[in-house]
């Protein structure tokens, strides 16, 4: 863990803004391990009419899935 940012759990997805601090963070999936090292595909989708956003991510090599 580094003690400097404060982070509460490695593994986790977080919404820093004009930060290293996460204001929002939630743990990754159980089976992406975002410490591994290995390559990973991620994006972020906005929906405004929803006022939602949502942070995904998939091992490499990979292909977004179309809802």
Do not use: T
């Amino acid at each position: 863990m580094h003690l400097k940012l404060a982070r509460r759990k490695i593994n986790h997805v977080g919404d820093d803004i004009n930060s290293m601090r996460s204001n929002l963070s939630v743990p990754a999936a159980y089976f992406l391990d975002l410490i591994s090292r290995n390559l990973i595909q991620a994006w972020v989708d906005y929906d405004s009419v929803k006022d939602l956003l949502e942070a995904h991510g998939l091992h490499f090599p990979c292909h977004k899935f179309e809802a």
